[in-house]
């Protein structure tokens, strides 16, 4: 069965840079959360869409942004880079908002230096 | 604010055991409650949802209970086998109509489980 895609799988970046984390849910989930895990972390969530729109924000830092596109995939953007930024970032998707369970992606590790 | 919490921290047992995680929530108003398993360094598979209105959810040699009234949740694994080793991890989902959201899952910081072949 397909899953839920995320790439890169590891990407490493210098303090002050950008980056941009792509997530391809399972086909015909409309729903698309991010979450972020730092060593040692539980997951926390950071924003979610539901047909293209922001649905919910949580502890998303004003530096990044996301967005949804028309096929339902999504993009994480991440500026002006921290150390603290270092984490697994996660992406996950639902078939919609109000159906509960949520399939994960693999993750992508960022590594900042 | 929901404050989810999961005991043990860590949990070797020896291969063929029979064993229980805990997840316990400090707020009933949940929407629901998912389980997963994390391996090292990667994503988070999902083992079993139980709605609100329900009391448990069975996949396999997983068994998972919820008593949303004393904010808790059992994750029952029976006949552990080495491969079951990962962390796993609980998480709830607010009820939006209590100041929770759609969004977010709030997540237990994990039971580490080892199991010795």
């Known amino acids: 069965a397909a899953g839920v895609i995320q790439s890169p799988r590891h990407l490493i970046k210098e303090k002050r840079e950008t980056a941009t984390l792509k997530c391809y849910p399972i086909?015909?989930?409309?729903?698309v959360y991010w979450y972020q895990q730092g060593p040692g972390q539980d997951p926390q969530f950071l924003i979610s869409?539901?047909?293209?729109?922001?649905?919910d924000k949580g502890s998303i830092p004003d530096r990044f942004s996301a967005q949804q596109f028309s096929d339902y995939h999504s993009e994480l953007n991440m500026s002006s880079l921290e150390l603290g930024d270092s984490a697994l970032y996660f992406c996950?998707?639902?078939?919609?908002?109000?159906?509960?369970?949520?399939?994960f992606g693999p993750g992508t590790r960022l590594t900042v230096l | 604010k929901q404050e989810v919490t999961q005991i043990p921290a860590a949990l070797s047992v020896p291969e063929g055991e029979n064993l229980v995680l805990n997840c316990s929530f400090t707020d009933s108003a949940i929407y629901n409650l998912q389980w997963f398993r994390q391996d090292p360094g990667k994503g988070l598979t999902s083992l079993l949802l139980i709605q609100s209105s329900q009391r448990e959810q069975t996949s396999g040699r997983l068994n998972a209970s919820l008593d949303k009234s004393s904010g808790r949740s059992t994750l029952y694994i029976a006949a552990s086998q080495p491969g079951d080793s990962a962390t796993y991890l609980c998480?709830?989902?607010?009820?939006?109509?209590?100041?929770?959201?759609?969004?977010?899952?709030?997540f237990g910081k994990g039971t580490k489980l080892s199991v010795k072949p």
């Open positions: 869409f539901y047909e293209k729109m922001q649905s």
């Open positions: 996950a998707s639902s078939l919609s908002p109000t159906e509960g369970r949520r399939f």
């Open positions: 086909p015909r989930h409309d729903t």
């Open positions: 998480a709830v989902r607010p009820h939006s109509g209590y100041g929770g959201s759609q969004g977010n899952l709030i």
